[in-house]
T-cell receptor, first 113, second 113 residues
Framework: GESVGLHLPTLSVQEGDNSIINCAYS??????FIWYKQESGKGPQFIID?????DKRQGQRVTVLLNKTVKHLSLQIAATQPGDSAVYFC????????????FGAGTRLAVHP | EAQVTQNPRYLITVTGKKLTVTCSQN?????MSWYRQDPGLGLRQIYY???????DKGDVPEGYKVSRKEKRNFPLILESPSPNQTSLYFC????????????FGNGTRLTVT
């Protein structure tokens, strides 16, 4: 991931809408990518991961898309719920290394009823 | 329940007074790591450990020590804390490092006056 500065970008969505959170990474050697969710007062929580031999992976209500050509990762959340309100981080690493994850600065998702 | 446990959750101390933040995981993970999280700077790695008795520096190791005498425990030691070490600290573990997701504790908020 890449740091985007002091102020976290915020995505505001209505409950029930789909959310798309984007992330750019800089290391072209990265081959393992993870999305984390961090709620207030808690540690980052693993959501979904994807390896570079895939361009899409689906979980429960979440989908991660990987575009290696432009070094871009996105997280799609279907039917967003108030409980999805949190800060979302992407992280990337080269799996042949020592698990040095590079974290993005995060995007705040605000879900409105 | 599989988890990473940190203690204490909150700690206020004075400059120069040695302190230890404990971290324990019950998942038999080989890899453990400490991060600090600061506004605008994201998550930065302090130290990591690939296995028992194997530790190495991350991006911001100055002023910190760690030890890994047992697989489950990875304490963070501040021998002489300074105000610039005021931060939110997270311990994390993963099965092998490299291409397995990190699992985080709930954090320790440290204030050094």
């Amino acid at each position: 991931g890449e740091s985007v500065g002091l102020h976290l970008p915020t995505l505001s969505v209505q409950e029930g809408d789909n959310s798309i959170i984007n992330c750019a990474y800089s290391n072209s050697a990265s081959d393992y990518f993870i999305w984390y969710k961090q709620e207030s007062g808690k540690g980052p929580q693993f959501i979904i991961d994807i390896r570079s031999n895939m361009d899409k992976r689906q979980g429960q209500r979440v989908t991660v898309l990987l575009n290696k050509t432009v070094k871009h990762l996105s997280l799609q959340i279907a039917a967003t719920q108030p409980g999805d309100s949190a800060v979302y981080f992407c992280a990337d690493t080269f799996s042949g290394g020592y698990n040095k994850l590079i974290f993005g600065a995060g995007t705040r998702l605000a879900v409105h009823p | 329940e599989a988890q990473v446990t940190q203690n204490p959750r909150y700690l206020i101390t004075v400059t120069g007074k040695k302190l230890t933040v404990t971290c324990s995981q019950n998942m038999n993970h080989e890899y453990m790591s400490w991060y600090r999280q600061d506004p605008g700077l994201g998550l930065r790695q302090i130290y990591y450990s690939m296995n028992v008795e194997v530790t190495d520096k991350g991006d911001v190791p100055e002023g910190y020590k760690v030890s890994r005498k047992e697989k489950r425990n990875f304490p963070l030691i501040l021998e002489s804390p300074s105000p610039n070490q005021t931060s939110l600290y997270f311990c994390a573990s993963s099965l092998t490092g490299g291409d397995s997701p990190l699992h985080f504790g709930n954090g320790t908020r440290l204030t050094v006056t």
